[in-house]
């Protein structure tokens, strides 16, 4: 039942925000994306909105940032099917670091498909580039079960690579998939690194944070 402001039955208000409303009567009230895990002030791009708690603490008015940049769930991609889909998903939006994605890689197991030669078969970048299409997970792997598909460790594979200038593109379907230079996966020191998002539909936002604001702001204006 809506009490005299008429606003205690508005849809979509987390109870959370109506608790800090309570608290905090004619401040606005701050909405982090669940996908912000960071300590200490919350940077602006990961704040939703805010929503306006009246003189009696109850929300009414919603305003949206638009600052805001949205996470891979609130973006609504698939739900990550490993640790280097999970990190390229939070670099990509910019809720995770490029190093992260790196380490994850260099970490993990990736199937690749042979060719005549027995070699990971590979493809010309738009620069000319040789370019050897590997996959985290099967829901990735879009060639036919009838190639042959041969699974080994990533540094394992980028050992095997003749000549320089190969590049690894992971995962090519994926809401973010990973265009690595493969002598820029780091080796278990992590000595070098360096990774680009190909054809990612978000835009990699900075490793540190922005400017710096609560998620609860206390504003009364």
Known sequence: MADASGAADV?????????????????????????????GAVPEWAVL???????????????????????????????????VDAAAQRAATGYGSTDEALDALAEADVTVVRGPDGAPLTAVGQHGDPVVLLFTAPAHEFMSPALRHDTLATRELVRSLSGPGTWLLVNA???????????????????DRTVLTAD???????????????PTTGRTS
Do not use: C, K
């Not at 979509?12 to 994306?33: E, S």
């Open 11 to 39: 849809p979509g208000i987390p109870d959370a925000v109506r608790a800090a409303a309570r608290q905090a009567p004619g401040h606005w009230i701050g909405v982090v994306d669940p996908e912000w895990t960071g300590r």
């Open 49 to 83: 909105g805010e929503w306006q708690s009246d003189e009696h603490g109850e929300t009414t008015e919603f305003r949206a940032n638009p600052a805001y940049r949205p996470s891979a769930r609130m973006l609504g991609w698939p739900e990550p099917t490993d640790p």
């Open 173 to 191: 379907g994926a809401a973010a998939p990973l265009l690595v230079p493969a002598d820029r996966v780091p080796g278990p020191q992590g000595e």
């Open 200 to 214: 990612s539909p978000a835009t990699p936002g900075p490793d540190g944070p922005l400017d710096p604001v609560s």
